[in-house]
């Protein structure tokens, strides 16, 4: 029992004498330190960085999709095939000289058509008197028209349509673009470009903004389509893009006079007869055109 005793104190005395042994002056460096290299738990140690950025639902970090987004600008699609994001009154307004000009290329081109598809008689054709037979027309209409109908229910239709896409690629909703469709085709064209040959239609004025709406969306949807599948139709692309053309041409032909060379182009009316230009008055004269007083013409410069 004694040699127990006299053991354990032996040992506590060795134990104190060490502790006992400790600097308490000297410095010891507590810090943690990540070295993977001095690490005794080297082997779960990882040098790997890792990215702490918010994450999307669909797993991808802000910096991602800026970086996808800054891409896809880079590659967006011309104007004319896409819809804008919020409304561009400037791009409007741009088609809508593209639409005063096509007008006027229409009505003079269908003086040229018989009379039994556009019902003028060559009275209602002729310049002569051409603000006092408006101020008749509008007078006299609107009345019930006997146009044909491949005129009345496929073509007008398919102008409001066209009305109606210019507003919805400026980027202007559903609604919206029906009123600009019944503003253009109302106001602009049966008692604006036609009424100096024919009286207001019942028909024109209800088929075309109404019908052109419904048939506009139906385009619009379908050019979304065709350029979502790379501008092809049925595996062609030729066939997509006189598709394209048709489902947007006012579009199309503001590219082709506008765009494609990136320059400035200037549409203005002209009342001056022959554009105050006295060789192509001379010109006319020469061809047997009787002289008039009366001039409208459109007037457009390209500007290289």
Request: with cysteine.
């Amino acid at each position: 029992m004694k040699k127990q005793a006299i053991a354990g104190l032996l040992l506590g005395c060795t134990a104190s004498t060490n502790a006992f042994a400790l600097d308490t002056n000297s410095a010891y460096d507590m810090d943690y330190q990540d070295d993977c290299s001095t690490n005794i738990y080297s082997s779960y140690c990882s040098n790997a960085s890792f990215d702490f950025s918010p994450m999307r639902l669909d797993g991808e970090t802000p910096s991602k999709v800026a970086e996808n987004d800054s891409l896809a600008q880079s590659t967006q699609l011309p104007h004319y095939l896409r819809v804008s994001d919020e409304r561009d009154w400037d791009y409007l307004m741009e088609q809508s000289y593209t639409i005063l000009g096509l007008s006027v290329a229409t009505v003079g081109l269908m003086t040229f058509l018989p009379e039994s598809i556009t019902k003028w008689d060559s009275e209602d054709s002729s310049i002569k008197n051409l603000g006092s037979k408006w101020k008749d027309n509008v007078s006299q209409g609107p009345v019930w028209d006997k146009d044909e109908h491949f005129l009345n229910y496929v073509m007008h239709p398919y102008f409001g349509g066209v009305y109606y896409t210019a507003a919805r690629h400026a980027g202007f909703n559903e609604f919206e673009s029906f009123l600009y469709s019944t503003t253009m085709s109302t106001f602009f064209w049966e008692y604006g470009v036609e009424a100096f040959a024919e009286v207001p239609s019942i028909q024109d004025l209800f088929v075309t903004p109404f019908f052109g709406a419904v048939v506009g969306e139906v385009m619009l949807q379908q050019e979304l389509r065709i350029t979502e599948n790379g501008g092809e139709v049925m595996g062609s692309e030729t066939l997509g893009s006189v598709s394209l053309f048709f489902l947007n041409p006012v579009g199309h032909i503001h590219y082709w006079v506008t765009d494609a060379w990136g320059d400035e182009t200037e549409v203005n009316l002209a009342y001056n007869a022959w554009f105050s230009n006295g060789d192509a008055a001379q010109y006319a004269y020469d061809a047997g055109m009787p002289y008039t007083d009366q001039f409208i013409g459109l007037e457009v410069k390209l500007k290289f």
